[in-house]
């Protein structure tokens, strides 16, 4: 019995989008993160991914490049892949992938190329839920941006947020239903969820990813040359589709933060706040502590620096806490197969005074990361330098990972 007789999920890559708000010279899913393309890195996580025929719907003029570039991430598995030319809308391309599914599947995931950094695992949520709810499937986040409701150039109210999510791929559905809406949609819609869920079917939610973000403008493909830059993913690597990954070691990573007194409110460090001292200025909340384990996770995870993933181009996190971060990044070093180990930081201030608190400090630290054991030292430089004059704050740590 061949692989393909076995076969009871697909899943239907969407390539074929010319990408005009990225600027490229090429389709946007033949734009290069690092030395692969767009579409490289997406196919990377989908063959990670469990075991499913895989179609690509490209630009009729890159059917070829398409075809070479995932028979190579497929390896073992390329007898899965086939490749089609795509229409005029988003719309018209998925519908050309669907006629190309096998006999034998059952569930069907459509996923856009642009969300190049997707983990398998997220991929695999996706069809575990239609497999066990039978109910179509979105992968989503929480929306964390204030929203505001905006007529002309005023804002004219607040859209209530907790009731919002963000909506990711891939997007999964059983066969029939998604088969079924396709052939009775008379209009576009911004995605599948929508189509499908115009025809009466239900939709449920699934925890979506950080690394699914759609890579869309310059800034968002910037965002993604960080992380690959820092990953120790591999994403491109023919034979990681095949189930081949290098022996894990623990890895360790290094992180510092400074941040110079002059914020509104109170203080806010080491994951707590601090009455009656005076506030340090930042994007988020300004706290080094935080701010320098979170660059150390990052580091040893390989996920690039706290600047790439929560800078200011990042709005949702201005005046973000620690707990926030914290919690945001261990998530991340998670999807990427790490646990955290343990954490050791050093805070060099001349106030507020440390000791009384240390036991506060790591302990909501700690809770922060799920856990995983944090200790603080603290020193005042002895008056020297701008920690010592008290102009600033100082933060150094070291973060250890272990393979989940």
């Known amino acids: 019995m061949d692989i393909a007789s076995r076969i009871d999920t697909a899943i239907v890559v969407v390539a074929a989008g010319s990408g005009?708000?990225?600027?490229?010279?090429?389709?946007?899913?033949?734009?290069?993160?690092?030395?692969?393309?767009?579409?490289?890195?997406?196919?990377?996580?989908?063959?990670?991914?469990?075991?499913?025929q895989v179609i690509v719907v490209a630009p009729a003029s890159r059917v070829g490049e398409a075809l070479a570039e995932a028979e190579e991430v497929a390896g073992e598995r390329r007898e899965l892949v086939t490749?089609?030319?795509?229409?005029?809308?988003?719309?018209?391309?998925?519908?050309?992938?669907?006629?190309?599914?096998?006999?034998?599947?059952?569930?069907?995931?459509?996923?856009?190329?642009?969300?190049?950094?997707?983990?398998?695992?997220?991929i695999d949520r996706v069809a575990r839920a239609v497999r066990e709810t039978g109910r179509a499937v979105v992968p989503t986040l929480p929306v964390v941006d204030t929203l505001k409701r905006v007529d002309d150039d005023r804002i004219v109210g607040v859209v209530d947020r907790a009731a919002?999510?963000?909506?990711?791929?891939?997007?999964?559905?059983?066969?029939?239903?998604?088969?079924?809406?396709?052939?009775?949609?008379?209009?576009?819609?911004?995605?599948?969820?929508?189509?499908?869920?115009?025809?009466g079917h239900q939709v449920l939610s699934v925890e979506g990813s950080a690394l699914a973000f759609k890579i869309t403008t310059p800034a968002d493909l910037d965002r993604a040359r960080h992380l690959v830059a820092g990953s120790s993913r591999a994403p491109a690597v023919p034979g990681r589709a095949a189930g081949a990954s290098p022996a894990q070691l623990p890895r360790i990573g290094m992180g510092t933060d400074v941040h110079a007194v002059g914020g509104d409110g109170p203080l806010r460090l080491a994951g707590l706040e601090w009455p009656d001292e005076p506030a340090l200025s930042g994007h988020s909340?300004?706290?080094?502590?935080?701010?320098?384990?979170?660059?150390?996770?990052?580091?040893?995870?390989?996920?690039?620096?706290i600047g790439a993933l929560f800078g200011t181009d990042r709005p949702e996190f201005a005046g973000a806490r620690a707990d926030v971060f914290l919690a945001e990044t261990r998530r991340l070093v998670e999807e990427a197969g790490w646990r955290i180990g343990n954490v050791s930081a050093q805070?060099?201030?001349?106030?507020?005074?440390?000791?009384?608190?240390?036991?506060?400090?790591?302990?909501?630290?700690?809770?922060?990361?799920?856990?995983?054991?944090?200790?603080?030292?603290?020193?005042?430089?002895?008056?020297?330098?701008?920690?010592?004059?008290?102009d600033g704050v100082q933060a150094f740590a070291v973060a250890l990972l272990v393979p989940a």
């Open 20 to 52: 005009t708000r990225l600027g490229g010279s090429a389709p946007k899913a033949f734009v290069g993160i690092d030395e692969h393309s767009i579409l490289r890195h997406c196919l990377a996580g989908v063959f990670d991914a469990e075991q499913a």
């Open 83 to 122: 490749v089609v030319p795509g229409g005029a809308t988003r719309q018209e391309s998925v519908a050309a992938g669907l006629k190309r599914l096998l006999p034998t599947v059952e569930t069907v995931l459509v996923h856009d190329a642009a969300r190049a950094l997707t983990p398998g695992e997220t």
């Open 164 to 199: 919002l999510a963000a909506a990711q791929t891939p997007q999964g559905f059983a066969r029939d239903v998604l088969l079924t809406a396709y052939a009775a949609a008379s209009r576009e819609f911004t995605d599948d969820a929508a189509l499908v869920q115009e025809a």
């Open 285 to 305: 909340d300004g706290d080094a502590v935080a701010h320098a384990i979170v660059d150390a996770l990052l580091s040893a995870a390989g996920l690039g620096d």
């Open 347 to 390: 805070v060099q201030a001349r106030r507020p005074i440390f000791a009384p608190r240390r036991a506060e400090a790591q302990a909501a630290l700690s809770a922060a990361l799920g856990g995983a054991p944090v200790s603080v030292a603290a020193t005042t430089t002895d008056g020297m330098g701008f920690t010592g004059s008290g």
